[in-house]
């Protein structure tokens, strides 16, 4: 059975700071993975979106890489902004169909 | 992009009451839409996955008679929580697959807080 798990559950970092936030996955027979941005209270941002075939990708100042072998998927985020401060959440598709398997997340607050 | 929303925003509602809860896709066709549910801290957790016309598939432990899923039309979904307790209390999440689009992106709707008092 598919775990996901993001460590750490909760990060705080000062602006300007580049950061990492991981995510591991227990079965490396993924279709995809994807990294969510969770606003509070409201519904989920698609951030980056990344197949199996694939190592890594970026939009803007968000980098995220996978490595199925070990496991693992990291977000980077560059040169952190307040805005930045969100909930940051992994979701590992099993296969093609759009089933998610879903991280408890990563609290990202950015201080000024 | 695409759009999905869902109505009501929030809602809080007496103990003993059903509470219906929509999900659109506003400008392209879901021929798939999922519920999700998230307690607080926790992960997402998938519902049920309902396709148009057709029977909701609810996951294991879901409750099918409770949350009752409507897959109406190609952009309607719509989630009934029955005889609402506080337990059910949570946020719940649809997401929808576009039918022309790419095969592996879903769209989120903005969510739903539900509290029952």
């Known amino acids: 059975k598919q775990e996901v798990t993001q460590i750490p559950a909760a990060l705080s970092v000062p602006e300007g700071e580049n950061l990492v936030l991981n995510c591991s996955f227990t079965d490396s027979a993924i279709y995809n993975l994807q990294w969510f941005r969770q606003d509070p209270g409201k519904g989920l941002t698609s951030l980056l979106l990344i197949q199996s075939s694939q190592r890594e990708q970026t939009s803007g100042r968000l980098n995220a890489s996978l490595d199925k072998s070990s496991g693992r998927s990291t977000l980077y985020i560059a040169a952190s902004q307040p805005g930045d401060s969100a909930t940051y959440l992994c979701?590992?598709?099993?296969?093609?169909?759009?089933?998610?398997?879903w991280g408890a997340g990563t609290k990202l607050i950015i201080k000024p | 992009g695409a759009v999905v929303s869902q109505h009501p925003s929030r809602v809080i509602c007496k103990s003993g009451t059903s509470v219906k809860i929509e999900c659109r896709s506003l400008d392209f066709q879901a021929t798939t839409m999922f519920w999700y549910r998230q307690f607080p801290k926790k992960s997402l957790m998938l519902m049920a996955t309902?396709?148009?016309?057709?029977?909701?598939?609810?996951e294991q432990g879901v409750e099918k008679d409770k949350f009752l899923i409507n897959h109406a039309s190609l952009t309607l979904s719509t989630l009934t929580v029955t005889s609402a307790h506080p337990e059910d209390s949570s946020f719940y999440i649809c997401?929808?697959?576009?039918?022309?689009?790419?095969?592996?992106?879903?769209?989120f709707g903005p969510g739903t807080r539900l509290t029952v008092l």
């Open positions: 309902s396709n148009e016309g057709s029977k909701a598939t609810y």
């Open positions: 979701a590992v598709g099993p296969d093609s169909n759009y089933q998610l398997i």
């Open positions: 997401s929808a697959r576009s039918a022309g689009g790419r095969t592996d992106t879903q769209y």
